[in-house]
């Protein structure tokens, strides 16, 4: 009985939140939904503006001195949760990058920060002394890490100012963003880099390895979750709820852990696209975007991925790859550190132990550091950037359009 009253609810759900968002289609709904146009933008500006101190900030005793004679010093573009918690901290373990520089809406924060790190008073800029950091030559990189809205902004005004970028994931909201970006990057003869840290995490490298080993056999199925439950808030107090920073749900900042999975552990692009989008009705959280997207992917191998992500579940970070031989399952899959992944092939399990992964952090500031040294390749660049966004654009149109939708090599719809 409690099943049955819970399914009923929750099918009602479904039925009234379909004609909120024109871009969530509903399984209640009787045809095709409208498209991706005449969405209405966020309630937040988009615009950077300074924000106060993230909680349970721990600054360092004593500022951090480079590690090398040719690190190349960072200039850090939003100072929030993020940065504050988990990569400024992260620059000491780095063995050639540094933070040469600030900016920051907030002066007392950026005061703050700025003493404990050690940088200058004249290396600290705010949003609208931004442009001088073109003539600061301790500055070669601006690492950002603002909202997703306000990427492409400050990308585009980094590469003006002559200087490399290190954006943070998701690229940006819209392909178009992504192009412009790439385009600014070629312009200004700078490199350009995607944070996707866990392409420098031991276990996601050691599983990419396995998968190119074949350490399942052929792959049948690949499943990812990725969720959590946002806690109480508006569009307006959280950036992420907020369709003109944060995108159209939890796909862009939380399931592209699970796109870029499916994608590196199968080693393909997918050939069909079929995803279900969910809003909730009268919760504050989700008036400008889903709070639910699930998506299945179908490769050329026959190969077939699900993926789940939602920002109002309980809290859940997994992969798994089951092949015709053994299954591959980590679990968490992708978070900041405590990986945790196992293979089960004939019978027999192996549980790997491949040591710290918060090596991830550092390990990508020196992957763009070397680049610019050494000119090396840089294995996250622009262009898988832009590849996912182009995913993310045909999951939410197939989650809009009620049907699947074939897809080009390089990420993009077919006519
Ligand atoms: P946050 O809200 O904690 O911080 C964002 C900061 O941006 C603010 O503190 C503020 O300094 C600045 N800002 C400027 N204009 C703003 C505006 N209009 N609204 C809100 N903030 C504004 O967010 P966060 O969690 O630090 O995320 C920042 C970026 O880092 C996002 O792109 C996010 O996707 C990315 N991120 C990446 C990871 C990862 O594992 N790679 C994890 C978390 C966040």
Redesign the pocket.
Same mark, same amino acid.
């Given at each position: 009985m409690v099943h049955h009253a819970a399914s009923r609810r929750h099918f009602l759900q479904l039925a009234a939140g379909a004609s909120a968002l024109p871009w969530v289609a509903s399984c209640a709904s009787a045809g095709p939904a409208e498209t991706l146009e005449g969405e209405t933008p966020g309630s937040?500006?988009?615009?950077?503006?300074?924000?106060p101190m993230?909680r349970g900030v721990r600054l360092p005793d004593t500022p951090p001195q480079p590690r090398s004679a040719d690190s190349v010093g960072f200039a850090v573009i939003?100072?929030?949760?993020?940065?504050l918690h988990?990569m400024m901290p992260r620059f000491t373990r780095s063995r050639r990058a540094h933070i040469a520089a600030l900016v920051?809406?907030?002066a007392e924060?950026a005061a703050t920060i700025g003493a404990a790190y050690g940088v200058p008073e004249d290396a600290r800029y705010s949003?609208d002394s931004f442009d001088e950091i073109a003539a600061d030559d301790r500055i070669e990189a601006v690492y950002?890490?603002?909202?997703?809205g306000?990427?492409a902004e400050w990308a585009e005004k980094a590469f003006a100012a002559g200087k490399h970028v290190l954006c943070?994931?998701?690229m940006a909201m819209d392909p178009a963003e992504c192009q412009r970006m790439i385009d600014a990057s070629e312009r200004a003869g700078r490199k350009l880099m995607i944070? &996707?840290?866990c392409h420098f995490e031991p276990y996601n490298l050691r599983a990419m390895e396995l998968m190119r080993e074949d350490a399942v056999g052929d792959i049948r199925l690949i499943r990812t979750d990725q969720h959590y439950n946002a806690g109480p808030a508006t569009p307006a107090t959280n950036?992420r709820l907020s369709r003109a920073?944060g995108g159209r749900g939890p796909l862009e900042?939380y399931g592209i852990y699970g796109v870029q999975s499916a994608l590196y552990l199968s080693g393909e692009m997918p050939k069909l696209i079929g995803a279900r989008a969910f809003q909730p009705a009268g919760d504050p959280r989700f008036t400008e975007i889903a709070a639910y997207v699930g998506t299945m992917m179908q490769f050329p191998s026959g190969a077939v991925a699900q993926l789940s992500t939602s920002y109002d579940a309980a809290g859940s970070n997994r992969a798994l790859v089951r092949g015709v031989g053994g299954t591959l399952t980590m679990d968490p899959a992708t978070n &900041?550190d405590g990986i945790e992944m196992s293979l089960r092939t004939g019978g027999a399990t192996e549980d790997f132990q491949l040591g710290d992964s918060t090596v991830q952090f550092a390990a990508q500031l020196d992957h763009l550091a070397d680049a610019i040294r050494d000119g090396t390749q840089i294995k996250t660049p622009g262009e898988m950037g832009l590849r996912d966004i182009r995913l993310m654009t045909a999951i939410y149109t197939a989650a809009a359009e009620n049907r699947l939708i074939a897809m080009n090599p390089d990420g993009t719809m077919k006519a």
């Open positions: 937040h500006e988009v615009r950077a503006i300074g924000q993230p939003g100072l929030g949760g993020y940065a988990q920051s809406g907030n924060k949003y950002i890490v603002l909202p997703t306000l990427h943070e994931k998701p944070a &996707y840290r950036w920073l900042d &900041y």
